[in-house]
């Protein structure tokens, strides 16, 4: 492919910034349609993008000649069955993170991706962006020793209070759970992308507020196949906010934010280092760069992909696998 023309299933709040302009700056990539059920939404999307079509339904987008890969940007519970739809139309897939509600599910979009020979790309982009390249240098330098221990801590104020006005993304028939999957994934992708996939892993889920059907609080312990142990606390429900992560070698450690665009530092020897970044303004467009350069000279240099993007789905699942089978 010379050119990646784009169609967007889904142009929400998310491709407004993080990712639509990015398929329009990226050389050699264009967005050439958009989707949403509301077309008066997706009309004004285009207007105000520069879009040239518009469409209502997905089956017209994905069927549309001119569109020769497709984002998906709906919520998770409809992610399979518009990445597997585009996958028979032979169409490359880049679907909004997480991959799908289920590993399950991730494993059904792998293997109609496979079985059309088109590839599949996550938006796990936190796994392109110079801050967090910075740790894995770090880490690859044995900047702080042999690696020991990972700890990773994510406490939230509540989202809401009441069951009034509940956001999708609390909602576990449509988010597959509920601020856990939408945002811990982030995490668990990047330790992933830092450290080799968790080999093993166990955890706990509950509900301790109250306040919606999914769980608010999840506890989880994993390895590495290194040997590396590691632990993570998400509380969705705590009066003061906390998100750090933490990794421990033999002579210091590092530690760094998933979310927050605070300093990596460094203390080793006695010594401490801190390292800024800025994210650029498209927040997605490193990695967009990566998957385009992918499609249109058959590299493999994008590093968030359908199969690494299912080991996170997989560790969510055993994580909360308690608990769904409590309340489901």
């Given at each position: 492919?010379?050119?990646?023309?784009?169609?967007?299933?889904?142009?929400?709040?998310?491709?407004?910034?993080?990712?639509?302009?990015?398929?329009?700056?990226?050389?050699?990539?264009?967005?050439?349609?958009?989707?949403?059920r509301d077309?008066?939404?997706?009309?004004?999307?285009?207007?105000?993008?520069?879009?040239?079509?518009?469409?209502?339904?997905?089956?017209?987008?994905?069927?549309?000649?001119?569109?020769?890969?497709?984002?998906?940007?709906?919520?998770?519970?409809?992610h399979a069955?518009?990445?597997?739809?585009?996958?028979r139309a032979?169409?490359?897939?880049?679907?909004?993170?997480?991959?799908?509600?289920?590993?399950?599910?991730?494993?059904?979009?792998?293997?109609?991706?496979?079985?059309?020979?088109?590839?599949?790309?996550?938006?796990?982009?936190?796994?392109?962006?110079?801050?967090?390249?910075?740790?894995?240098?770090?880490?690859?330098?044995?900047?702080?020793?042999?690696?020991?221990?990972?700890?990773?801590?994510?406490?939230?104020?509540?989202?809401?209070?009441?069951?009034?006005?509940?956001?999708?993304?609390?909602?576990?028939?449509?988010?597959?759970?509920?601020?856990?999957?939408?945002?811990?994934?982030?995490?668990?992708?990047?330790?992933?992308?830092?450290?080799?996939?968790?080999?093993?892993?166990?955890?706990?889920?509950?509900?301790?507020?109250?306040?919606?059907?999914?769980?608010?609080?999840?506890?989880?312990?994993?390895?590495?196949?290194?040997?590396?142990?590691?632990?993570?606390?998400?509380?969705?429900?705590?009066?003061?906010?906390?998100?750090?992560?933490?990794?421990?070698?033999?002579?210091?450690?590092?530690?760094?934010?998933?979310?927050?665009?605070?300093?990596?530092?460094?203390?080793?020897?006695?010594?401490?280092?801190?390292?800024?970044?800025?994210?650029?303004?498209?927040?997605?467009?490193?990695?967009?760069?990566?998957?385009?350069?992918?499609?249109?000279?058959?590299?493999?240099?994008?590093?968030?992909?359908?199969?690494?993007?299912?080991?996170?789905?997989?560790?969510?699942?055993?994580?909360?696998?308690?608990?769904?089978?409590?309340?489901?």
């Amino acid at each position: 492919m010379k050119t990646i023309r784009w169609g967007i299933v889904g142009c929400g709040d998310v491709t407004e910034r993080k990712s639509g302009p990015a398929l329009q700056k990226v050389e050699g990539s264009a967005l050439v349609a958009v989707m949403r059920r509301d077309r008066r939404k997706a009309e004004d999307y285009a207007r105000r993008h520069g879009v040239p079509r518009f469409y209502d339904d997905a089956s017209e987008l994905i069927d549309d000649p001119e569109v020769n890969a497709v984002y998906i940007a709906t919520p998770p519970s409809s992610h399979a069955m518009y990445a597997i739809q585009a996958a028979r139309a032979g169409k490359p897939v880049y679907i909004e993170k997480p991959m799908a509600p289920t590993f399950s599910e991730c494993e059904e979009v792998i293997a109609a991706c496979r079985a059309a020979g088109v590839p599949v790309f996550v938006a796990y982009y936190r796994r392109a962006l110079p801050r967090f390249l910075k740790v894995r240098e770090l880490l690859e330098a044995k900047a702080i020793g042999e690696l020991l221990t990972v700890n990773v801590r994510h406490f939230m104020v509540p989202a809401i209070s009441g069951d009034s006005d509940m956001p999708w993304r609390l909602n576990p028939k449509i988010a597959g759970g509920g601020l856990f999957v939408d945002l811990a994934s982030h995490t668990l992708d990047l330790l992933d992308f830092l450290l080799g996939p968790i080999t093993s892993c166990d955890g706990f889920a509950a509900n301790r507020m109250g306040a919606y059907p999914a769980e608010d609080t999840v506890v989880g312990s994993f390895e590495f196949a290194s040997g590396v142990l590691g632990t993570g606390t998400w509380c969705f429900a705590s009066p003061v906010p906390l998100e750090s992560n933490e990794f421990v070698g033999t002579r210091g450690r590092i530690l760094f934010s998933t979310f927050a665009p605070v300093p990596v530092v460094l203390e080793a020897d006695g010594d401490r280092k801190e390292w800024d970044f800025s994210d650029p303004p498209h927040i997605q467009q490193p990695l967009i760069e990566t998957l385009v350069n992918d499609l249109r000279q058959r590299t493999k240099s994008c590093p968030s992909t359908g199969v690494t993007a299912a080991r996170t789905s997989r560790v969510m699942d055993t994580f909360l696998r308690s608990f769904r089978d409590r309340t489901n």
